[in-house]
């Protein structure tokens, strides 16, 4: 994907500066540059005009999610800013912040977890003849990723500490590949208890129980194959 812009300047020099600054980035040598129409001097500064410069730029990855992040704020109106940074690893975390903003998240991170799919969908996708490297994307709201992680932890020990106290599994509603994996990790913590998933596709749920319980122990595949999703 490529954005052109046209600036008017006294010199390349000053033209680059502007259309780095219209962009929003600081690689001077990632743009490409024509001229369109060379500067004039004149004479004694009578007759002296701006040159005119065409500017192109081939947006990464990131920038192209970032680009339909900002696009889909706008048409629907919403008052949010929206923000891209290095995330974890390699990730790339695309911010929105704003009181409108709220509506992006869904229920329990619903229409969050689909915003970001089709924000790496926007990342990934190539035009013909272009090279791009993968890039994976978060996407949070209000900080909601975070908060929804710490409540995800709670409830994991809690519920291990009733499958302790009344030594019967239990099984937690659906949820994403994401949430699944932090419920496992903090049980993991927690001796005497272990965890599974159950279910296919978007009604896959997590289980604790007790780890003498033969009975679910089978099934804790699932809970290894797991970590390696999403």
């Given at each position: ?22 962009l929003g980035i600081t690689d001077a040598e990632a743009l490409e540059c ?37 696009n889909l704020i706008v048409s629907m109106g919403l008052e949010a800013q ?139 595949e699932n809970r290894r194959e797991e970590f390696g999703e999403f």
């Open positions: 994907m490529k954005k052109e812009i046209i600036v008017t300047a006294k010199s390349q020099e000053e033209a680059t500066a502007k259309a780095l600054a219209e024509a001229l369109i129409e060379a500067p004039k001097k004149g004479f004694l500064g009578i007759g002296a005009a701006p040159g005119k410069y065409a500017f192109s730029y081939t947006l990464k990855g990131a920038e192209v999610a970032f680009d339909f992040i900002k929206v923000t891209l940074s290095d995330g974890e690893g390699d990730n790339k975390l695309i911010r929105v912040d704003g009181e409108s903003a709220g509506v992006l998240i869904g229920h329990h991170g619903d229409t969050l977890d689909s915003l970001q799919y089709l924000a790496n969908l926007a990342a990934n996708k190539k035009v013909a003849g272009e090279k791009r490297e993968f890039c994976r994307i978060t996407v949070d709201v209000e900080n909601y990723r975070l908060k929804r992680e710490d409540t995800l932890r709670a409830l994991a020990r809690r519920m291990a500490d009733k499958v302790l106290r009344y030594k019967k599994s239990v099984m937690l509603e659906p949820m994403n590949p994401y949430e699944r994996r932090i419920i496992h990790s903090e049980v993991q913590k927690i001796g005497g208890v272990s965890t599974n998933s159950i279910g296919s596709e978007n009604n896959r749920k997590v289980v604790l129980y007790l780890d003498e319980d033969v009975n679910a122990a089978p099934a804790a």
